[in-house]
């Protein structure tokens, strides 16, 4: 469910700007987002049978990187207070489309330096 969202917001943004990030899945359990040109932030979703969710973002450059730890329960995704980077998780659970806008917007649309 959440790599299924991931994958579709980004084949969204490539038919809209041109064919800009490659999206690598394992099944149901992890999805990589990859940019095909610089720069190079990527992100890795990883989720175990319990239901925990792993995000990786490397850090690109010095300072920056996002990760932490969420639980998908009930069709919600809540952080488990764990996160380290900026922007920080919504204090509230969030829907799957929450949680990949979440991980996404920050590399798809990169706050202007």
């Given at each position: ?101 979440f991980v996404l917007e920050p ?7």
């Open positions: 469910m959440i790599t299924g969202q991931i994958q579709s917001d980004v084949w969204e943004y490539n038919d809209a700007r041109g064919p800009q990030f490659m999206v690598s899945s394992t099944g149901n359990s992890r999805v990589q987002v990859i940019p095909k040109q610089p720069p190079h932030t990527t992100a890795v979703v990883e989720i175990d049978r319990e239901g925990v969710i792993s995000m990786t973002c490397p850090p690109a450059g010095p300072g920056i990187g996002r990760r932490g730890t969420f639980k998908e329960a009930q069709g919600r995704i809540a952080s488990l207070g764990d996160f380290v980077g900026e922007p920080q998780p919504p204090g509230e659970p969030m829907t799957p489309e929450g949680f990949s806008r590399i798809l649309f990169p706050a202007d330096n």
